[in-house]
Each structure stands twice: as C-alpha cells, then as structure tokens.
C-alpha cells in the first residue's frame, strides 16, 4: 500500500503539501493539487483518517463536482446544495471537472478515499463507471440534466421547457424565430431543448432556423450571426442559456438593432445573468438553488433517489415584444 511519502515523491512535494490537500486545507497553488490528486489515483492511496472510530466509516463531507457549465447555473446550485448541506450538519468539497468532465475521475477516488457521504454532479449523466468508482456505499445524483434513464436525478423537463418559450414568442406574433442552441455534444441539455422548439415551430407551421453555441458568453456572437445569416430578417432568438442570450442582445445592439423593438430576445435558466443585461432578459427559469436543496435531501435519504421533475416559468422582461408590424 502506497504510503503518504510515495505520493510526495510522486507529486514532487512534501509530505506536509499532501497531507494539506487530501484533508481539504489551504496553502497550496491549483497545480500542485491536480498533481497530488493525480498521484493519489496512480498510486491508490488511501488515507486512514476514516478508521478513527468512526463506526459508519462516512464522513460528514458531500462531493459537488461542476463541470464547465454556465458558471451563473452553477453558482445558484451549489448555493442551494452548500445552504441545505449545512442545515444538515455537512460540509461540501468542490470540484471542478472541466468541459469534458475530464477529471471527473480523480474526484471520484478522492471522495471514496474521505467515504463522502453522497456525491452531487452538476450537469453531467451519472455513468456505470462512476458508480464503480465509488463503490455500493457512496449514493450519487445529478441536477440540471434531463437524463432519462431513470438515474437518480433533479432536473426540470428541458424539451417541454423549450417548447413553451417557443409558444411564448409565437403567442406575442413572431414567425422567424431562431434558436441559438448549445454544444451538439451536449446530448441531455442541448438535444431536448432544440426538440422542444424544433417541435413548437413545426406545429406552428414556420421553418426551424438553428446555429449552435456553446452556453458560454462568447460564443453568442458567431451564433447569432450565423442566424442572421441564414435568416436576414429574424424577429426573435430564442437561447438556450443566459449567457448566450446577453451576447445576442449585445451583438444586436451593435449591429443597429433594437431590442426588443427590432429583434426579441429570450434566455434559458433565469440567473443572474438574465437581470445585468439591458434590457433585462426574458427568461425560462428553472429553480436552481432548490434543486440544489432537492438533491441534497433525496441524497441523504438514500431511499429516495428516482429522477425529480422540477417545475419551469417564463419570466417576461424587457427583451421580448411584439414583431414590429
């Protein structure tokens, strides 16, 4: 068995530098945690603190693993995972797993070493490989995914949320409406969403007008000017997230267009983001902060795990009109 030695030497740190990372205390660059993290899984280390007369051999520690998602959506969850976890007597560790959720793993082994309580993903599909990393006794549970496995979850319905705020704009008179979508990758966020105005368009009779983003800010931009592209005289964008959403308003802007006036613009998520934006966004707001709450207690009732559907709104602010006549 790797001793704590081995995986400074492996990290190229000291003792004391590993002891301070797998304990979760501070004093060290992101660096050369990724580099300790990484020397623990190589090394299957395994630290002995929960031997300590611990008869449940669980700590009272609850993993949050957010991949790169809106940084706005993630924020509003971990608030609400980070205030219920506390009410409970829990202490959250956050990870970041990248884009890909390419670290997803390394975290996975951390927190199975430190026996947490539970683990929480932030919009990413639980897989049959996490669930071996972290053994029959660690429960996990994701939010703001509409996986439909039937996989421990608390989500809203994505497809039907995209579908009213495409029958939103329709009802205030647009027909060219384009959707600013996200990743194509994204095949439990971005697919249903892009079904659900594909499936409003279709049954109102008007041609689905579709460029791709990537949620994030900067890819508002190119997105909406491919819309543009490929439809000149677009009335209204609908987008799958806030972030995109304000760099369309921005781009519109720049472009000469008013908003709401000329072009209607609406947003996906209601965070933050959606209220520093002029005019303020109008949004589909999923509740963010108590599906966090939602996911900690089904977490911790460990028989109360199947998938949870939260309600959606649309929330109508400044960016969204009637077309112009």
């Given at each position: 068995?790797?001793?704590?030695?081995?995986?400074?030497?492996?990290?190229?740190?000291s003792p004391a530098t590993?002891?301070?990372?797998?304990?979760?205390?501070?004093?060290?660059?992101?660096?050369?945690?990724?580099?300790?993290?990484?020397?623990?899984?190589?090394?299957?280390?395994?630290?002995?603190?929960?031997?300590?007369?611990?008869?449940?051999?669980?700590?009272?520690?609850?993993?949050?693993?957010?991949?790169?998602?809106?940084?706005?959506?993630?924020?509003?969850?971990?608030?609400?995972?980070?205030?219920?976890?506390?009410?409970?007597?829990?202490?959250?560790?956050?990870?970041?797993?990248?884009?890909?959720?390419?670290?997803?793993?390394?975290?996975?082994?951390?927190?199975?070493?430190?026996?947490?309580?539970?683990?929480?993903?932030?919009?990413?599909?639980?897989?049959?490989?996490?669930?071996?990393?972290?053994?029959?006794?660690?429960?996990?549970?994701?939010?703001?995914?509409?996986?439909?496995?039937?996989?421990?979850?608390?989500?809203?319905?994505?497809?039907?949320?995209?579908?009213?705020?495409?029958?939103?704009?329709l009802s205030l008179g647009?027909?060219?409406?384009?959707?600013?979508?996200?990743?194509?990758?994204?095949?439990?966020?971005?697919?249903?969403?892009?079904?659900?105005?594909?499936?409003?368009?279709?049954?109102?009779?008007?041609?689905?007008?579709?460029?791709?983003?990537?949620?994030?800010?900067?890819?508002?931009?190119?997105?909406?000017?491919?819309?543009?592209?490929?439809?000149?005289?677009?009335?209204?964008?609908?987008?799958?997230?806030?972030?995109?959403?304000?760099?369309?308003?921005?781009?519109?802007?720049?472009?000469?267009?008013r908003v709401p006036d000329?072009?209607?613009?609406?947003?996906?998520?209601?965070?933050?983001?959606?209220?520093?934006?002029?005019?303020?966004?109008?949004?589909?707001?999923?509740?963010?902060?108590?599906?966090?709450?939602?996911?900690?207690?089904?977490?911790?009732?460990?028989?109360?795990?199947?998938?949870?559907?939260?309600?959606?709104?649309?929330?109508?602010?400044?960016?969204?009109?009637?077309?112009?006549?």
């Amino acid at each position: 068995m790797a001793t704590i030695r081995d995986v400074a030497k492996y990290a190229g740190v000291s003792p004391a530098t590993v002891s301070r990372v797998v304990n979760g205390l501070v004093g060290y660059s992101e660096e050369t945690r990724h580099r300790v993290e990484e020397a623990v899984t190589r090394l299957n280390y395994e630290t002995d603190f929960m031997a300590r007369g611990l008869k449940t051999r669980q700590t009272s520690v609850i993993g949050l693993l957010a991949p790169m998602v809106s940084d706005a959506l993630a924020s509003q969850v971990m608030r609400g995972v980070e205030e219920a976890a506390r009410e409970q007597g829990y202490a959250v560790m956050l990870g970041r797993t990248g884009s890909q959720s390419v670290f997803i793993d390394g975290y996975l082994r951390t927190l199975r070493t430190y026996r947490a309580a539970g683990v929480i993903l932030i919009s990413a599909v639980i897989t049959q490989e996490m669930r071996q990393i972290l053994g029959p006794n660690i429960p996990i549970i994701s939010v703001a995914i509409s996986d439909k496995s039937g996989s421990p979850s608390v989500s809203i319905d994505d497809e039907r949320a995209a579908y009213d705020a495409t029958r939103y704009l329709l009802s205030l008179g647009h027909q060219r409406i384009g959707l600013l979508g996200g990743d194509p990758a994204s095949v439990f966020v971005a697919h249903p969403r892009q079904r659900g105005y594909e499936r409003a368009m279709t049954e109102a009779g008007h041609l689905p007008v579709v460029a791709h983003g990537t949620f994030f800010y900067d890819s508002g931009a190119p997105g909406l000017g491919d819309l543009l592209r490929q439809e000149p005289d677009l009335t209204a964008v609908f987008a799958v997230s806030d972030e995109m959403a304000a760099a369309a308003v921005n781009e519109l802007q720049e472009r000469g267009h008013r908003v709401p006036d000329d072009v209607s613009v609406l947003g996906f998520d209601n965070t933050s983001t959606s209220q520093h934006v002029h005019p303020p966004l109008s949004t589909v707001a999923q509740p963010l902060e108590e599906m966090g709450k939602t996911a900690v207690k089904k977490l911790l009732r460990t028989r109360d795990l199947g998938p949870r559907i939260m309600p959606h709104s649309i929330i109508a602010r400044g960016s969204t009109g009637p077309p112009r006549q």
